[in-house]
């Protein structure tokens, strides 16, 4: 056989080898799985009213909480509130750009000291939601606040969690737990009152905060007044201190990198709600955070804004636990 023969042989001997490689590469791969298909951008539409009555009253509004009036024969609650969250959010989503945590910071060093005086000098209690974490970073919050003998403290998550993103009913109950017994710790007493970090419930929330023997929340806006809480349809006996982003420094002082130009526009917003609420007889809870509030142009709003409600007479300053037994109290007794 010459050399050609031979050459074109082996090409055919590799060709048909290959060839043979290639199917049984075939015969032996296996279909690749197809991918699962997107979610439906609008789940609701596919879902029967049942479905979405269920969703919608997992928390509800229960019995509205409104009494003819408040102690002292006043006529409107006002309910102060800071969330003392400082540098705990860029923490719990490991931000670790020290322009944001400084301006955290802030909040405990500068901002907190300077709101504690205005109400030394107003003579007025408030309510301060702290995240356990930011309160083992900055040990000195909390005896500073309770060493006015006229302010409460209240839980506001371990590390300013989003719990609907978290979405994890064991880390979440942990999570609480570790938040009650640090406060507890550091307090010396077990606290009543819970805000959720950001205001945002998973579904898992209300049945733990129920559990936990909370006397009430104040995360929800289903009224502008005090109501119970219902966990799918049935009453819990949880008050609800209602907030709303309208009476929060946050959406003015945290947008566009906390820009807000001039308090005064922020003072006004503040200055009408109150006014309706006194015209209504009602609650007012007003939410701010001591690194947003705390700065000096902001604190003189603030003084002017308290001097205006007292101007107005018929105010019953209170922190929210007082005004929580209070209309815990229209529950026990049945009366409106």
Known sequence: MNAFRLAVLGSVVVA???AAGCSQDRV???TPAAAPPPPHPLPGVTKSLEQLESEMFHVGAGRRLKPPSW???NRVAVALSFDVDNATMALSQGNLDYEVLSRG???AVDGLPRLLRLLDAQQVPASFFIPAVSALLHPQMVPEILARNRHEIGVH???HERLPLLNDEKEE???LTQSIETLTKVMGKRPVGYRAPSWKFSRYTLKQIVDAGFLYDSSLMASDDGYEVNLDGKPTGLVELPIERIVDDAPYFGAADGSMPSPEHV???FRSEFDVAWDERGLYVLTMHPHYMGHRSRVAAL????RHMKSKGGVWFATHEDIARHLKAMLTTGTN
């Open 173 to 175: 109950q942990r999570l």
């Open 16 to 18: 048909v080898a290959f």
């Open 28 to 30: 032996g791969a296996q």
């Open 303 to 306: 003084d002017r804004l308290i």
């Open 105 to 107: 910071e802030y909040g």
């Open 157 to 159: 998550g371990w590390i």
């Open 71 to 73: 102690p002292g024969g």
């Open 267 to 269: 003072l006004e917003v």
